[in-house]
């Protein structure tokens, strides 16, 4: 059974800081990795997406990177802003039956 | 593009009532919409998976009978929550699929908060 972990639980950073956020997976089995946003009561925001050939994927102030051998993942977030402030999750996608596989998520919070 | 709405976005109910939950892919059509549930401070919790025209296929644990799915179109698909309790209460996202092939990218839905009294 597939386990996703995310590390840390929360994170508090003062505004302009570059950050990681951490993501480890139990099956390295994987077609691809997605990291989401997401804010209080609201819906997922996909952020970035890698296919598991690739080895890592860029968008603005976000880079993501993959390392299926060793099950983990990074989100780089640089020069945090407040308006970064969300829960940020990392789900994989196992085999071929589509489902995604989340993990708990990080709370970061940016302090102006 | 990629757009998934939801309606209603919250609805409060009485226990014992039935609330319908839609989902709607606006510019793609989703051969494939998912239904998740997530409880404060959780992560999202995969609840079924609804191909268009074939029915649903439940996650261990999910009573289908309680949980209705149904995926007339390639554009919606609705979750009824039947006879419902205050323990299903939650938020409940949809999500949704274009084309069929393992890598596709899932499109949410802003959810739905059920709060059922």
């Known amino acids: 059974k597939q386990e996703v972990t995310q590390i840390p639980a929360a994170l508090s950073v003062p505004e302009g800081e570059n950050l990681v956020l951490n993501c480890s997976f139990t099956?390295?089995?994987?077609?691809?990795l997605q990291w989401f946003r997401q804010d209080p009561g609201k819906g997922l925001t996909s952020l970035l997406l890698?296919?598991?050939?690739?080895r890592e994927q860029t968008s603005g102030r976000l880079n993501a990177s993959l390392d299926k051998s060793s099950g983990r993942s990074t989100l780089y977030i640089a020069a945090s802003q407040p308006g970064d402030s969300a829960t940020y999750l990392c789900?994989?996608?196992?085999?071929?039956?589509?489902?995604?596989?989340f993990g708990k998520g990080t709370l970061l919070t940016v302090n102006p | 593009g990629a757009v998934v709405s939801q309606h209603p976005s919250w609805v409060i109910c009485k226990s014992g009532t039935s609330v319908k939950i839609e989902c709607r892919s606006l510019d793609f059509q989703a051969t494939t919409m998912f239904w998740y549930r997530q409880f404060p401070k959780q992560s999202l919790m995969l609840m079924a998976t609804?191909?268009?025209?074939?029915?649903?296929?439940?996650e261990q644990g999910v009573e289908k009978d309680k949980f209705l799915i149904n995926h007339a179109s390639l554009t919606l698909s609705t979750l009824t929550v039947t006879s419902a309790h205050p323990e299903d209460s939650s938020f409940y996202i949809c999500s949704a699929q274009d084309g069929e092939l393992s890598y596709n990218e899932q499109f949410f839905g802003p959810g739905t908060r059920l709060t059922v009294l």
């Open positions: 789900a994989v996608k196992r085999g071929s039956n589509y489902k995604l596989t």
């Open positions: 890698i296919q598991s050939s690739q």
């Open positions: 609804s191909n268009e025209g074939s029915k649903a296929t439940y």
């Open positions: 099956d390295s089995a994987i077609y691809n």
